[in-house]
């Protein structure tokens, strides 16, 4: 009974995702309502969906980013870009040998917070040999975390009285995931979401030196993985500043983008069951809370008063 009305449910709430209606944050939220009640139609898939859409997403928001703006923030943050890494990285082994986890797991969630989430975490797991439950606790605990900064960030924000460029910086380095990232960025304003997305997948380029890093010291075999769709973003973005796309295409096509990742964000809450979290542990969930908090407040400060 509950598959028979859950995949029409499941369809109708997606299609709502794609729709001006229904913002990033309550698309979130209705797929994690939605799994609480009814199996997720995908099954499996869902992570492929989510995977893909999410790339597609973030190549088509590149056609609306001018290339010339999005190098000049990239480089204004670049100091606190290699200081927060290193910093929630060094942060990350000493709080996870004093909660007693294994250094497999703290250094995923380090990596993930450290970084850009998910991804880097499949980055490192090969390298390091990861177990599917050190992987599986790692993800939970970004993706729960992914999940509250994407409902508070804008509301923290606009409290703070935070300008576009300032909360477009501090969402691409304070939260793990991309999705999330432009997620909080879009409801927070058009500028905040060029500055944030840019921002993001500059830094998800870190992957590359830390993952051979840890592949020269720590490497127990495996290859090492880039998010190559990170290059289909610089490529667009490139092509939309010095080709010069009419303003309806490049426009539309932005558009399209960000209802693709409104979606996206919706097969994410389908994708975060209850299990999925208690999985994680509450030594893995207060490291991942401790440097989220660590990254969070101290880029923050930076960003307000350096």
């Not at 990350?92 to 797991?105: D, E, M, P, V, Y």
């Not at 993800?139 to 509250?148: C, D, E, Q, R, W």
């Given at each position: 009974m509950k598959k028979q009305f859950g995949t029409?449910?499941?369809?109708?709430?997606?299609?709502?995702?794609?729709?001006p209606w229904?913002?990033?944050?309550?698309?979130?939220?209705?797929?994690?309502?939605?799994?609480?009640?009814?199996?997720?139609?995908?099954?499996?898939?869902?992570k492929d969906a989510i995977n893909w859409s999410l790339k597609s997403a973030v190549v088509g928001l590149g056609f609306g980013i001018n290339a010339n703006q999005a190098l000049a923030s990239s480089t204004e943050g670049l100091v606190l870009t290699v200081f927060s890494i290193a910093s929630t990285l060094l942060l990350?082994?000493?709080?996870?040998?004093?909660?007693?986890?294994?250094?497999?797991?703290s250094?995923?969630?380090?990596?993930?917070?450290?970084?850009?989430?998910?991804?880097?975490?499949?980055?490192?797991?090969?390298?390091?040999?990861?177990e599917e439950k050190d992987i599986s606790m790692a993800?939970?605990?970004?993706?729960?975390?992914?999940?509250?900064a994407l409902l508070i960030f804008p509301t923290i924000g606009t409290w703070l009285e935070l300008s576009q460029v300032d909360f477009g910086t501090w969402a691409a380095i304070a939260i793990h995931d991309t999705s999330s990232v432009v997620g909080a960025a879009s409801a927070y304003g058009e500028e905040a979401l060029e500055i944030a997305t840019t921002v993001k997948l500059v830094r998800a380029l870190w992957i590359i030196p830390l993952a051979l890093i840890t592949?020269?010291?720590?490497?127990?075999?495996?290859?090492?993985?880039?998010?190559?769709f990170i290059l289909l973003f610089l490529a667009a973005m490139i092509l939309n500043t010095f080709v010069g796309f009419p303003e309806a295409i490049s426009g539309?096509?932005?558009?399209?983008a960000r209802r693709i990742l409104t979606a996206t964000l919706f097969l994410v809450g389908a994708g975060i069951s209850i299990e999925k979290i208690k999985s994680a542990g509450w030594r893995a969930l207060l490291l991942g809370l401790l440097l989220w908090l660590f990254i969070g407040i101290g880029s923050l400060s930076a960003i307000l008063y350096i």
């Open positions: 029409p449910l499941f369809l109708i709430l997606l299609i709502l995702s794609l729709s229904i913002g990033p944050p309550l698309a979130m939220v209705l797929g994690f309502l939605f799994q609480l009640f009814f199996p997720n139609p995908l099954g499996a898939k869902n990350g082994w000493i709080l996870g040998k004093a909660l007693k986890l294994n250094f497999t797991s250094y995923l969630l380090s990596s993930g917070t450290a970084i850009c989430g998910g991804s880097a975490i499949a980055a490192m797991s090969p390298i390091l040999k990861a993800l939970g605990t970004v993706f729960l975390l992914n999940s509250v592949s020269l010291f720590l490497r127990k075999g495996g290859k090492i993985k880039f998010p190559y539309g096509i932005s558009l399209i």
